[in-house]
Nanobody, 116 residues
Framework: QVQLVESGGGLVQPGGSLRLSCAAS????????MDWYRQGPMKERELVAS???????NYADSVKGRFTVSRDNAKNTVYLQMTDLKPEDTAVYYC??????????WGQGTQVTVSS
């Protein structure tokens, strides 16, 4: 059974930084992409950043230049470094992986609150 464990959320002031981590475990993992999504209050879930196994990273326009996604493939871990955070970045952040089989798995979510 694939498990994703997220950490690193919290409360930060506008302009601050946070780093989210997500570790995947559970058997032999053949991962095609490791992604970060978020869902803000009264909003739909949106893709924030994507780190495919092949190819370059991708970002939502709203976070380009501020967020950086990276992977440690030896640890099956994906990170999201967030800088210059804004109140509109407040959301529950979810990591998600898609396997070669096409199955997608989700973490439990971690709350990020940007407020003074």
């Amino acid at each position: 059974q694939v498990q994703l464990v997220e950490s690193g959320g919290g409360l930060v002031q506008p302009g601050g930084s946070l780093r989210l981590s997500c570790a995947a475990s559970g058997g032999t993992l053949i991962i095609t992409t490791m992604d970060w999504y978020r869902q803000g209050p009264m909003k739909e879930r949106e893709l924030v950043a994507s780190a495919p196994t092949v190819g370059g990273t991708n970002y939502a326009d709203s976070v380009k230049g501020r967020f950086t996604v990276s992977r440690d493939n030896a640890k099956n871990t994906v990170y999201l470094q967030m800088t210059d955070l804004k109140p509109e970045d407040t959301a529950v952040y979810y990591c998600s992986i898609r396997m070669l089989s096409g199955n997608r798995f989700w973490g439990q979510g971690t709350q990020v609150t940007v407020s003074s």
